[in-house]
């Protein structure tokens, strides 16, 4: 039960005064401009992007600083946000195929077209503390070898050739849309791969970890995985015409997966699938392991009961604001229904104690 | 579409393309450098949106909605009667008005102009930034060495 609480005016605006103090910290340091926060904090822009579901630089910085960093804040902050804007449509779907790729790597083939680009990565870094970024100073241009910028082909369509994988299915009849109608179980791929492309990171990357520890075990390869930058073509109704309206930077991973075949399917191999806003390469991956194991049924598969299989289980619990709004309300004035139930204990214990001297009295 | 991921400016979707993706000041700053802002009227001022991203399951499969984007629209018509339409990708209202008076004059007599002065500068710079970090990307391609083994001496 919620009952409006009066009072508290003067003690919320302090707290909110002194919350913008404290975000801005010891007044001796400069402060912190949302562009410092879009070109130097990038991965933490691009998560809040990713989980907020909406490309906007500029807006996920400001949310990060208005957050104090806190990024499930921001997300929020980002999510509210996006709900007073006017949708002007839905673009073709992205040909990842034509990615201009800053990092493409596969785990399965060595040698294939394209080659394995490392890009700025911390793969094979020391995970040391680097004392030297504490002192200001420049940083020497990165390396450069001329290259055409060009799209590189799909790593799984080597086996695609050999018809060696599973052919992703067409899909039918209008794209699910989680903004717009409520989940509902269960959920067609698309719906999947929507609600989990704007999940906590957090949460997949448990989700993932637990696969590959033996809660519904698919032992994923690494087919490729690519980031970069590509186009978004919008149709303009208008116009009659679509036109490349912007440019986006998505991180995408193919698994695969050995499959032993099935009565209608030869032995092949299966693939999991990960597509993420953003350089948000931890992500992706986790999505692709959780896409993957959530296609049992499809499969022919034995549901074994492991969390990451469990479709209702994992699209209900993936949305961080969902998650954060339900578990911090508790926090907010509770007081009518902790007197009920403060007066339910007392009148238990009450005749509890009233019983045991009857009992005593017989 | 070329692989580059460049359209055509020969047409209208592909100037169109080019001045939404074109970052937002500069495109304002080649337009002002044109010369007095034509004069116009808005059929619809510009509006702050967004448009949904989609996919495709395992690249090629079936669609699915991946997430947002922030775009800007307006139209407005040229004293002449031409009218022009701007898309922009982001929040910039005055950089849809730009993108808008594009497509209006590159419809007019003062087309050439406006391809050299305002297109073939934004074509060059997004061509030149592509290259950089094509290069900066080839500079980390992996080079294998076969190691000989011992066996084989």
Known sequence: MYVAVKGGEAAIDAAHGWLAEERRGDARVPELTVAQIREQMTLAVDRVMAEGSLWDPDLAALAIKQARGDLIEAVFLLRAYRTTLPR???????????????????????????????????????????????????????????????????????????????????????VPDLT??????????????????????????GLAYSTQRGYGRT???????????????????????????????????ETVNQFAGSRTEPPQ???????????TERKALAMSLVDRALRWRELGEDFVGAPAQDEEFVLSHCDNVQATGFLEHIKLPHYVDFQSELELVRRLRREAAEGATREAAE | MDGSGQMAVAERPGWMGLCARAPGARLME??????????????????IGS??????????????????MTATRGALRLSCGTVGHGWVQGRDKAACEAAALVDALMQTGAAARVRAAVLE??????????????????????EFFTLVRGEDQ
């Open chain 1, 88 to 174: 002007f449509g839905a673009s073709v779907p992205v040909d990842t195929g034509a990615m201009l790729c800053d990092r493409r790597v596969s785990a399965t083939f060595k040698d294939l077209p394209g080659g394995q680009v490392l890009g700025p990565t911390f793969d094979y870094t020391h995970r040391l503390l680097d004392f030297a970024l504490m002192a200001e100073g420049e940083v020497p241009p990165a390396r450069e070898r001329t290259a055409e910028p060009g799209p590189v082909p799909h790593v799984v369509a080597v086996l695609d050739r050999e018809g060696l994988i599973q052919r992703e299915a067409e899909g039918e009849g209008p």
């Open chain 1, 180 to 205: 717009r109608e409520p989940l509902e179980l269960p959920a067609d791929r698309a719906l999947r791969l929507q609600a989990l492309a704007r999940g906590d990171e957090g949460f997949l990357l």
């Open chain 1, 219 to 253: 032992h994923a390869f690494v087919g490729e995985l690519r980031t970069g930058t590509v186009t978004v073509e919008v149709e303009v109704p208008e116009l009659g015409f679509a036109i490349a309206l912007g440019e986006v930077v998505l991180t995408e991973c």
């Open chain 1, 269 to 279: 191999f299966t693939r999991g699938y990960g597509l993420t806003l953003g350089r």
């Open chain 2, 30 to 47: 080649l337009v002002g450098a044109l010369g007095p802002r034509p004069a116009f009227a808005w059929l619809r001022v510009p509006e």
């Open chain 2, 51 to 68: 448009v949904m991203i989609r996919g495709r399951a395992g690249g090629t499969g079936a669609a699915f909605h991946l997430g947002e």
């Open chain 2, 121 to 142: 500068p934004l074509e060059r710079e997004a061509l030149a930034q592509r290259r950089a970090r094509a290069a900066k990307a080839a500079a980390t391609r992996v």
